[in-house]
Each structure stands twice: as C-alpha cells, then as structure tokens.
C-alpha cells in the first residue's frame, strides 16, 4: 500500500512548484491537525519524500515485519505498527513544528517492540541474547543519531514517539 501511494505521490507532484499533492492532504502539517484534521496522525506512514526514503523503510518493515508478526499474528501485528505510528506522530507533533512524512514512526516502534520481545524472552535467545539486545541498541542509537545531526530532515521526535509506543505496545 505504501508502495502504491508513494508512486501516486511521485505521479501528482506538481513539476513547477514542487507540491506534493497527497502530502498536502496527508502529511503532518501541526496547524492542519489543530483545525481538527486529526487523520494526519496517521496517514504520514503512507507517504514519503523520495525514492530513498520509502525503499529504505519498505526494507525495514519487510525485516522487521517477518519476524514481528509471525509473532503477534497479523491483526495484532497491523495493531502494533499503527499505533506505532500514532504515538510517533503524535511526539512530533508535540516536540516539533516541523512538517513530517515516513513510515520511520511505525519502523522504530516495530524495533521497540522486538527490543521488548527480546527482552521478556531472554531464555530463548541463550547465548545470542546479549548480542542480539545490543544490535538493537546499536541500530536505535545510530538511527537516532543521524536525526540529530545538522542539516538533516529527520523527525527525531516522531522515531522516539514510535519507538516508545512500540516498546509500551509489546510490554502491555
């Protein structure tokens, strides 16, 4: 789905003036959401700004995914990274008055929850559990990393909020 709407994205883009039609509609815009335009809580994980973007974060969520639902099965899975998502924006939309898109919300969120998994299964992983726990570390610190460096566009809020509500989505 993300997929489809990215390329109807890439299609409405307008060649003059740059505007992102559908982002226009769905993106998280805070004065938009103000006005009671809450649906934009949710619909930035079905947009993106480039090419890049949405195949780094397709490539993530077919990772993460496989695993994460074959654990909580599929409706709770979809229930997982939606709320990761939710929370995720909503952080931003707190935190930051920056105009925000991605599916970076929902992928921190599923990583949050795989930390937590881990976590509460630590018997199973043996051996592996502490270097599994550290890769995870490892890729939250570097994601969160480059969203604090200068002259980047990434919503580092919106990776917290999602981080958190994924990790409080598998804990519950």
């Known amino acids: 789905v993300t997929v489809f709407i990215y390329l109807g994205q890439a299609l409405t883009q307008s060649t003059t003036n740059g505007n ?19 649906w934009r809580l949710i ?18 969520l077919f990772i993460l ?21 939710f929370t995720g924006n909503v952080a931003s939309f707190i935190f930051s008055a920056n105009p925000s898109l991605g599916a970076s919300t929902a992928i921190f969120g599923l990583i949050g929850a795989e930390a937590i998994f881990v976590i509460r299964n630590k018997r199973f992983y043996g051996s592996r559990y502490q270097s599994t726990l550290a890769n995870i570390g490892v890729i939250i610190a570097l ?11 990434i919503d580092y809020w919106g990776h917290i909020g999602g981080l958190i509500g994924g990790a409080l989505f598998a804990f519950l």
């Open 20 to 38: 992102d039609i559908l982002f226009l509609l769905g993106g998280k815009i805070n004065s938009l959401i103000e006005q009671g335009q809450i």
């Open 43 to 60: 619909t930035p994980v079905f947009l993106h700004a480039s090419i890049t973007h949405v195949l780094l974060n397709m490539y993530a």
């Open 65 to 85: 995914g496989k695993v994460l639902e074959s654990v909580y099965g599929h409706g709770r899975f979809l229930l997982l990274y939606f709320i990761s998502a």
């Open 143 to 153: 994601n969160l990393a480059i969203g604090f460096m200068p002259g980047t566009s």
